[in-house]
């Protein structure tokens, strides 16, 4: 079973239109960190955010922000007037208190920003 | 501002050679990790490392594979004899804090691995 899920493979918006980039995850530990990724064209990974299971405060950074949500277990990233330069993959990941500190990786968003 | 370095960059290798890739991990940092991404695929974990030793690692992590860290700043992963199907991008990375205080992994670039 997927620990990570990015149901949306491929979104595609106009540049300057928000976007939503969903993650569902899955876990049975109370302790947990989840995190995001950005891989642009390049091939680099980038990080973007931690989140740990005890915080749900959501988090805006500049154009990003991150909705955490434990009753649903999901914690969403969502790009505001996105630019040609948000163009990336975008994966979520989830690192488990029982299983130390491998990463699981989601499969991975491809958002296009079309100018 | 430090980063994780690997090298090279890209490698194309002829199936059953052996191949090893590089990287330089973060100075302070204390564990260390490869993963890997098949084209178009997720990220993998292949393994951890930590205090000198296999920490945990992935059913993908077979006896073909063997990680070290030599000399205290380079950490390696050697494929012995590699199939088509190790061709994938493959991507170090280190992190300064374990659980419970776990960090964010600081990723490489990664080595492109081209098996024919």
């Known amino acids: 079973a997927q620990k990570v899920t990015q149901a949306q493979t491929e979104i595609s918006v106009v540049e300057k239109e928000d976007v939503t980039l969903d993650c569902v995850y899955e876990?049975?530990?109370?302790?947990?960190?989840l995190f995001w990724y950005k891989q642009p064209p390049s091939g680099e990974l980038v990080f973007l955010i931690r989140?740990?299971?005890?915080?749900?405060q959501n988090e805006i950074s500049g154009r990003y922000s991150w909705n955490f949500q434990k009753s649903t277990s999901s914690f969403n990233f969502t790009i505001t007037a996105s630019q040609v330069v948000d163009s990336a993959v975008y994966f979520c990941?989830?690192?488990?208190?029982?299983?130390?500190?491998?990463?699981?990786f989601g499969t991975g968003t491809s958002l296009t920003v079309i100018p | 501002e430090p980063e994780v370095t690997q090298t090279p960059s890209h490698q194309v290798t002829q199936m059953g050679q052996e191949v090893i890739l590089r990287c330089v991990p973060i100075s302070n940092h204390l564990y260390f990790y490869w993963y890997r991404q098949i084209l178009g695929q997720k990220v993998e974990f292949l393994v951890s490392f930590y205090n000198n030793e296999i920490s945990e690692k992935s059913e993908i992590f077979d006896d073909q594979f063997s990680v070290e860290r030599p000399d205290g700043s380079n950490f390696t992963l050697k494929i012995r004899s590699t199939k088509l199907e190790d061709s994938a991008m493959y991507f170090c990375a280190s992190q300064l804090g374990r659980y419970p205080n776990t960090g964010e992994l600081f990723f490489g670039e990664g080595s492109r691995l081209t098996v024919l």
């Open positions: 876990t049975r530990d109370t302790t947990y960190y």
């Open positions: 990941a989830l690192s488990e208190s029982h299983t130390g500190n491998q990463f699981y």
């Open positions: 989140r740990n299971s005890f915080d749900e």
